[in-house]
């Protein structure tokens, strides 16, 4: 029997669900890739995340290639490509992992009701996540549109039914030595219209397990506080691999509470709450599945909310002050320059510079969203449109007066020293620890001293945050609780 694997979000061979399931019932399993063109077209994503994508693509191919399987690629409408491929090669059965965003809901429709017409046996897996939105619902069986009450019943599932990882499929493939070499080599980032990035994180399911060990053997351990300082690398960098699928979310929380029973002295809290995001993760496909309409708009309605400043020279040059990194506020402006340089900013940054973006610019979410999109590595559409809206007051677990973030506060409350703002701001190299937080408020002598002229070398802050805050409240009707 032949059977075609089509790779979507899943670059890896252990814990595999359809690579081993392929593995197991056919003779002749034939992996596919397909580089839509559309959406690379689109320019949805950017080069971080392109490059990364096709770096993982080629170790993968490499480590298919090692057991005996030549993966095949192709590029176009992958609609049309997917079932052309299926028919040509005279399949007779396809095996996908699936995904959870809507428009990848109705592409993959579309194909399994076109294969299975040509008689096509057409087998689909859970992958991306612990638990699909199904098997977490509420008591009246309805999708949960509170986090906490997503977490308690992910892990009550979790106790009750833990799912196990899979069989590594590398014996079901060392049986098959003797596959023909690829077919040609992979497009490059270049090659599919994008710039080749430097990658800050390595891609690869090997590094994403190396990445994993190292995290598992210290960070995860003091993750509650490390998880909020920029400065340091406190937290797992391993948002990328989730999203392609270097690495199964399965392996990984298996492998965080395995930390528990074997590690001694480990901090169950720490663990617990690293595992706690990626539930986050789980949350935000889930509400994305269940309701699509946040692709295009509010979760939760826009009630009580100000209006977004209107499109014109004003929007122009606030939004321009943001994503460049020029707004006068430090830590905005070392996260937006860390995301322009390396494609990634830390968690705690993101929502920083959404708070600014959204409350204090009063700049509409979704050209942050849209901006984040094509500029990070980790770039995912439930993530990211989950976490907007969630800073804007309009998702999930909203809470419209709150989510207010002094940018200054927060600086000095997790980059005290300035030690994140430094690496990213030079120009603010010489300030000392007590004033990088508000340069603005140096005085003439100081800034003679320090070499950075506030209007000159660094700006002054675009606006007043508290005055701005004041007004998003006032125009929202909204009371402000800190
Ligand atoms: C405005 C904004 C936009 C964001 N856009 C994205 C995005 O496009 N892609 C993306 O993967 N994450 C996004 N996040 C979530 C989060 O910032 C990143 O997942 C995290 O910083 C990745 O770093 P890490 O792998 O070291 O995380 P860790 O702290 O090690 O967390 C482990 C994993 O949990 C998941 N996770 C952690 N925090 C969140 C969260 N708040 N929401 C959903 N999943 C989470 C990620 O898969 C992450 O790799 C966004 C957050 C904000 C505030």
């Not at 549109?145 to 493939?173: E, G, I, K, N």
């Not at 920029?230 to 298996?254: C, E, M, N, Q, Y």
């Not at 804007?392 to 809470?399: A, F, I, L, Y």
């Not at 802050?461 to 805050?469: E, F, W």
Request: charged share 20%.
């Amino acid at each position: 029997m032949r059977g075609v694997v089509w790779l979507r979000r899943d670059l890896r061979l252990q814990d595999q669900p359809a690579l081993t399931a392929a593995c197991v019932d056919c003779t002749d399993v034939i992996p596919l890739f397909v580089f839509d063109d559309p959406l690379l077209g689109s320019r949805q994503f950017g080069s971080p995340c392109v490059t990364f994508m096709v770096s993982c693509l080629d170790e993968f191919a490499g480590a298919l290639a090692a057991r005996g399987l030549a993966i095949q690629w192709r590029r176009g409408n992958q609609i049309e490509e997917v079932i052309r491929f299926v028919t040509d090669v005279k399949a007779d059965a396809i095996y996908w992992n699936r995904d959870y965003e809507p428009a990848a809901i109705g592409r993959d429709r579309k194909i399994q009701q076109a294969l299975m017409a040509r008689g096509v046996a057409v087998h689909t897996f859970k992958d991306h996540v612990v638990f699909e939105a199904e098997e977490i619902r509420g008591s009246t069986g309805d999708p949960l549109q509170r986090y906490s009450a997503y977490r308690a019943r992910w892990w009550a599932r979790w106790h009750a039914a833990t799912p196990p990882l899979l069989p590594s499929p590398a014996r079901l493939l060392g049986q098959r030595a003797g596959a023909p070499p690829p077919q040609n080599a992979l497009p490059t980032a270049e090659n599919l219209g994008y710039q080749t990035a430097p990658l800050f994180i390595k891609p690869g399911e090997k590094e994403a397990q190396r990445r994993l060990r190292w995290f598992l053997d210290g960070p995860v351990h003091t993750y509650v506080e490390g998880r909020n300082l920029p400065a340091i690398d406190g937290t797992s960098k391993l948002s990328p691999h989730f999203r392609f699928g270097t690495l199964s979310v399965r392996t990984a929380v298996h492998a965080a509470l395995g930390t528990l029973t074997t590690g001694g002295h480990r901090s169950r809290r720490d663990v617990l709450t690293w595992v706690d995001e990626l539930i986050w993760r789980e949350f935000f496909q889930q509400i994305l599945s269940a309701f699509p309409q946040v692709v295009s708009g509010p979760f939760r309605g826009k009630d009580g909310l100000p209006r977004p400043r209107p499109a014109g020279a004003e929007w122009n040059r606030l939004y321009a002050a943001w994503s460049e990194g020029q707004t006068g506020y430090p830590l905005v402006d070392a996260g937006m320059r860390q995301l322009n340089q390396t494609g990634w900013m830390h968690n705690r940054v993101r929502m920083v510079v959404a708070s600014f973006l959204i409350k204090d610019l009063r700049i509409d979410w979704q050209s942050g969203e849209r901006y984040f999109m094509q500029r990070l590595i980790d770039a995912d559409l439930a993530a990211n449109n989950g976490n907007w809206q969630w800073a804007s007051s309009t998702g999930t677990d909203s809470m419209p007066g709150y989510r207010i973030f002094n940018p200054m506060l927060q600086s000095r409350k997790f980059d005290p020293e300035g030690v994140y703002i430094r690496q990213y701001v030079p120009e603010l190299a010489a300030v000392p620890a007590d004033r990088i937080h508000a340069p603005h408020l140096m005085t003439q002598e100081e800034q003679v001293v320090t070499g950075c002229h506030i209007g000159i070398d660094y700006p002054l802050p675009i606006v007043d945050h508290r005055q701005a805050r004041e007004e998003y409240l006032a125009l929202g009707k909204l009371k402000g609780t800190r």
